[in-house]
């Protein structure tokens, strides 16, 4: 277990739902990764990102899957893409199952 954080810490942390409406191959990238396209609503808009998660999922099965992702994380270059959020998953050894919502929500709801 990592070192605790405080609830000040926590709610710092913005997470958001989205829903994914581009998968793209990400040849350039070291890992075997997904470029994506999410859209978290009018507040937030459409952010970029990249994702290893090409073990359990194909690009065709992506489009309007709602996920959940941190939104205010600083952008973060990989390869020759900017990454603008973090998709969250669990993560066993090398795959990864990404979190959702159980019923679709609208995009952009806060998660607390």
Request: proline content about 5%; charged content about 25%; hydrophobic content about 40%.
């Amino acid at each position: 277990m990592e070192e605790p954080i405080t609830w000040q810490d926590f709610s710092k942390i913005d997470m958001r739902v989205g829903t994914i409406i581009a998968a793209l191959d990400f040849p350039e990238a070291r890992n075997p990764s997904y470029k994506l396209h999410v859209d978290f609503g009018d507040e937030i808009g459409i952010k970029k990102t990249s994702a290893q998660i090409t073990e359990k999922y194909k690009k065709e099965d992506l489009i309007g899957l709602q996920v959940t992702a941190v939104v205010n994380f600083p952008k973060k270059q990989i390869a020759n893409f900017m990454s603008e959020c973090l998709i969250l998953g669990a993560v066993d050894n090398s795959s990864v199952v990404l979190l959702q919502p159980q019923m679709k929500v609208p995009n952009g709801l806060k998660i607390s």
